[in-house]
């Protein structure tokens, strides 16, 4: 079984080489990469981020790699957005008033609203359960309760394109899917046990496309 070639988007900020390293783990050819063709290539497409989301837009223009991050979401290839990856996919943050995301997904980034909870600091940065909204989402097959290790103080708002929440003075935003783009706020390679069986989820998804594509007619 051949190992599907990962593209991890090389804008030179963000947890970058542990998002690289953690793919290579679970079986996947993940280069870190800021080359189109190797983009235009691959199996499937990783963007990471942590940080500022406006810090993070101002790399990923100034890396060139703006017009491949939309190349590769739009072709039906696996797409995976993680933390401010997936913060960088919608159409804008009030973290950074001003600064366009990528628009991939509708909505705004917003503060986390813990007014209910006086007590809860942000950002949230621990273990958090989550919380599938949808039945059979293979991005979380055999996920359903498991912990994952979030930080962030802003998150993405709750469209239907949301496939996990976890809970922080009420529902947040987890996870979102739309076609074949996903994203997640925690860190799964950061999150043990059950963040390696996402990212290995996430690697089988591309291997299947990666089957799909070179399949042969009879």
């Not at 190992?3 to 998002?19: E, K, M, T, W």
């Not at 703006?66 to 039906?76: G, I, K, N, P, R």
């Not at 043990?192 to 089957?211: C, E, Q």
């Amino acid at each position: 079984m051949s190992a599907p070639l990962l593209a991890v988007l090389d804008y030179g900020i963000g947890n970058l080489h542990s998002a690289h390293q953690s793919f290579n783990h679970v079986g996947a050819d993940a280069r870190l990469t800021a080359d189109p063709g190797l983009i235009a290539e691959a199996d499937a497409v990783v963007l990471p981020g942590v940080g500022h989301f406006g810090a993070c837009m101002q790399a990923l223009h100034d890396s060139g790699l703006v017009e491949s991050t939309l190349a590769a979401a739009a072709d039906d290839r696996p797409f995976i957005g993680i933390c401010v990856g997936m913060q960088m996919l919608y159409e804008g943050s009030t973290e950074a008033p001003g600064v366009a995301g990528l628009g991939i997904l509708p909505g705004t980034i917003d503060r986390i609203d813990t007014s209910s909870e006086p007590g809860l600091v942000l950002p949230q940065m621990q273990w958090n359960e989550l919380r599938p909204t949808v039945a059979d989402e293979p991005l979380l097959a055999g996920l359903d309760g498991a912990w994952m290790y979030f930080v962030h103080s802003f998150a993405a708002p709750a469209t239907d394109d949301v496939i996990a929440t976890c809970d922080y003075a009420g529902p947040v935003t987890a996870a979102a899917r739309r076609g074949t783009v996903w994203a997640t706020q925690f860190h799964p390679e950061k999150s043990a046990r059950s963040g390696l069986r996402l990212l290995t989820n996430f690697v089988d998804l591309a291997r299947a496309g990666a089957d799909d594509r070179t399949e042969v007619p009879a």
